[in-house]
């Protein structure tokens, strides 16, 4: 009798470690795959992980496109009209990429002042603007021209 409840009770531990150990697994995936996003000013402020990779919004700055001669890379800056980061993406940009325009980069940051982007989407509605920085720029520049 002593002998059985002993095996019961190691075989409810062990599966008990093992379930622990496997859920452990799952939220660490979970916690590694998510991609964070923020604003410019955030960025600025070290709220952004500076390893990791994130989502940066906001607007493409007037006169801050440049496009270098014989390749496809362009640096420019977003911004949320309050802050703004240099961005670099080597690559074919969305039709809908122009100055003034909604944009989120997917990338990382190299150094303190330039994020390098591995993904550039051009919003074409509310869809890609996050709550976030839509309410920073309407709060910031609410009588100026910016689109939104």
Do not use: C, W
């Amino acid at each position: 009798m002593r002998t059985e409840r002993k095996r019961r009770l190691v075989l409810t531990a062990g599966l008990s470690l093992g379930a622990a150990a496997i859920v452990a697994l799952i939220l660490n995936a979970f916690n590694q795959n998510l991609v964070f996003f923020f604003s410019p000013t955030q960025v600025r402020n070290h709220e952004a992980p500076s390893e990791n990779y994130f989502r940066l919004g906001g607007l493409v700055e007037a006169g801050s496109i440049v496009r270098r001669p014989d390749s496809m890379t362009i640096e420019f800056k977003i911004t949320d009209t309050n802050q703004a980061i240099i961005v670099e993406y080597n690559g074919i940009l969305p039709d809908l990429f122009r100055e003034g325009q909604g944009v989120i980069g997917f990338g990382r940051m190299q150094g303190d002042t330039l994020f390098v982007a591995d993904e550039i989407l051009a919003k074409h509605d509310e869809n890609y603007m996050p709550p976030e920085v839509k309410a920073a720029i309407n709060q910031k520049h609410a009588a100026q021209d910016y689109p939104i």
